[in-house]
């Protein structure tokens, strides 16, 4: 008898950089840009609590310079969007406290060497990069389609020209039905909560924002223009809006006005999932945010999403788990491991393919470091969105140096999403 094979449905969701836990996360990578920009080698942990009118940071810090953090602070709240005193947390306004202090000796004696590829890893631990080729960007579809659903609507908020009631905090959730095959078939469910002002002007009248004035403005103004980063968004939001069995689920709650810290407090290092992929593949449990590249829950985890990355967009599988481990203060991984997850287009085992990437890319520490330019003040950028499956490209950012006075730096952002690799990578497995 045969056996029926059905399809399944994957769910990932998405965060909008003004959710309280993302604001955290973009204050704490703040703070590490602004000290990187001063300190190419400074090691920092920052972590930082937002909540109702008040902002609290504490970490360990070794830096050579020195960084006005209210002003740092303050800065990246208001470039969220939290500048209205209604919000009952305002850039201007909330109040920092702020209890940052030097760096453990005991850790530091473990990391730094005098010879600099000897750098031993900031703590244990292992870290996974993915990578799969459903999408153009080696990124699982239902994520890719949260975080541009969450990213397109903060565009909209930002550009004040539609949906003019929209507040800082949203999150999306994307369903996807698979086939047997792992491709994706149709969008089943689209959840979208959005934080809105309680009325808006419309031709001069004032009206309560409701869920059908939302539900209406995400099908006529959102989707449409999702629809038209990628020919696949396209087809699937298409046949979404005309599929009488899928579901829309906007502000399932009601309304949505109390949101931001205000609604709910945030801490760094609680989105990993969102950063990540989605609930696909695996995460190692260590947060990004905060962390300086010393740190291999950031680095190494950088490192082996580039890994994933070549493998799959060299043709070596369709789908690709790199697993790599630390011990604190040894600077060569504890171990390397491959799952390709039976899609390998190559006549090699999971293991042999493990063995040839530990010997074509060094992952200690300091070579991560090196090889991904990790000492740059690229950081701020990577706390929303997620930190994968984003465009590399060189921008010109803004800090503040010691007495206060901005400057700007040319920096390269997301250098582990290139593919600079892929000739060897290809001539080593012979493709």
């Known amino acids: 008898m045969l056996k029926k094979i059905m399809n399944y449905l994957f769910t990932s969701e998405s965060v909008s950089e003004g959710h309280p836990d993302k604001v955290s996360d973009q204050i704490s990578d703040a703070i590490l840009d602004n000290m990187i920009a001063q300190d190419p080698q ?15 940071i504490a970490g360990e810090v070794s830096c050579k310079g020195w960084v006005d953090i209210q002003q740092v602070v303050r800065k990246t709240i208001a470039e969220i969007g939290y500048t209205k005193a209604e919000y ?16 453990s000796q005991d850790i530091n004696m473990g990391v730094s060497r005098e010879v600099a590829e000897e750098q031993g890893a900031g703590d244990q631990g292992m870290m996974f990069g993915y990578a799969t080729d459903e999408t153009d960007n080696y990124m699982p579809l239902t994520l890719d389609l949260a975080h541009t659903l969450v990213f397109t609507l903060a565009r909209i908020r930002k550009e004040g020209q539609q949906m003019t009631y929209l507040r ?10 698979y086939d047997e095959h792992n491709k994706p078939v149709r969008i089943d469910t689209i959840v979208l909560s959005t934080q809105h002002d309680p009325e808006v002007t419309v031709n001069g009248e004032r ?24 020919s696949r968004y396209s087809q699937l939001l298409h046949e979404f809006l005309a599929d009488t069995n899928a579901k829309l689920l906007v502000n399932p709650t009601g309304n949505f006005v109390i949101g931001g810290p205000h609604g709910d407090t945030g801490l760094t290092g609680r989105k990993i999932i969102v950063d990540t992929y989605g609930g696909r593949g695996a995460h190692g449990g260590g947060a990004f945010s905060g962390k300086d590249p010393s740190k291999v829950d950031r680095s190494a985890a950088y490192a082996a999403r580039w890994i994933a990355k070549h493998l799959v967009a060299a043709g070596v599988a369709h789908e690709a788990l790199v697993q790599v481990s630390y011990a604190i203060g040894v600077a060569k991984p504890v171990s390397l491991y491959v799952n390709t997850y039976g899609t390998a287009q190559v006549d090699k085992s999971d293991a042999e393919i493990a ?12 070579a991560i470091i090196r090889d991904l330019k990790l000492t740059q003040p690229m950081y701020e ?18 800090f503040f140096d010691a007495d206060g006075n901005t400057f700007e730096r040319e920096v390269e952002l997301f250098t582990w999403e290139k593919l600079d690799r892929i000739d060897e990578v290809k001539a080593v497995f012979e493709i």
Do not use: M, W
């Open 168 to 177: 800082p905090d949203s999150k999306s959730q994307v369903t996807i039905e």
């Open 88 to 103: 009952k947390f305002e850039a201007e306004s909330c109040g920092i406290l702020t209890a940052l202090h030097a760096q």
């Open 207 to 230: 009206l309560a924002v409701s869920g059908e004035l939302i539900k209406k403005d995400i099908i006529e103004i959102l989707l449409p223009r999702v629809a038209t980063r990628d």
């Open 381 to 398: 950028e990577t706390a929303k969105y997620g930190h994968v499956g984003r465009t590399n490209e060189v921008v010109k950012k803004t």
């Open 42 to 56: 400074a090691h920092v942990a920052c972590e930082t609590l937002c909540t109702t009118g008040q902002v609290v």
């Open 355 to 366: 063995q040839i990437v530990g010997q074509l890319f060094d992952l200690r520490p300091a």
